[in-house]
Nanobody, 123 residues
Framework: VQLQASGGGLVQAGGSLRLSCSAS????????VGWFRQAPGKEREFVSG????????FYADSVKGRFTISRDTDKNTAYLLLSSLKPEDTAVYYC?????????????????WGQGTLVTVSS
């Protein structure tokens, strides 16, 4: 499975962006998808995740109520809508796919990774 993350950019605080994660294979639809981010000098952290069916979603406390994860199985794509952005949301955002039972916020439990897309939020 090859993942391609896109949609990052420069936005002012309070603005919005939609990130996309497209997959190269139809089997992507059976994977749990997670979004992670890594700010300069910090460790990679879990942001959000969605089950293969889309029925279950998970968020880090820091983004709950501001970010929304979704997926379109017809398009083999997952999305992360970032709203009410803050300067502290500035990071490289990565999508990842997990081929296993259940969800995880641990990056080591994900099998496939996209290349990352940079989100910069100005104050």
């Amino acid at each position: 499975v090859q993942l391609q993350a896109s949609g990052g950019g420069l936005v002012q605080a309070g603005g919005s962006l939609r990130l996309s994660c497209s997959a190269s294979t139809l089997s992507f639809n059976r994977y749990f998808v997670g979004w992670f981010r890594q700010a300069p000098g910090k460790e990679r952290e879990f942001v959000s995740g969605i089950s293969w069916s889309g029925d279950a979603t998970f968020y880090a406390d820091s983004v709950k109520g501001r970010f929304t994860i979704s997926r379109d199985t017809d398009k083999n794509t997952a999305y992360l809508l970032l709203s009410s952005l803050k300067p502290e949301d500035t990071a490289v955002y990565y999508c990842a796919a997990r081929d296993g039972i259940g969800w995880s916020r641990q990056s080591r439990n994900y099998d496939y990774w996209g290349q990352g897309t940079l989100v910069t939020v100005s104050s």
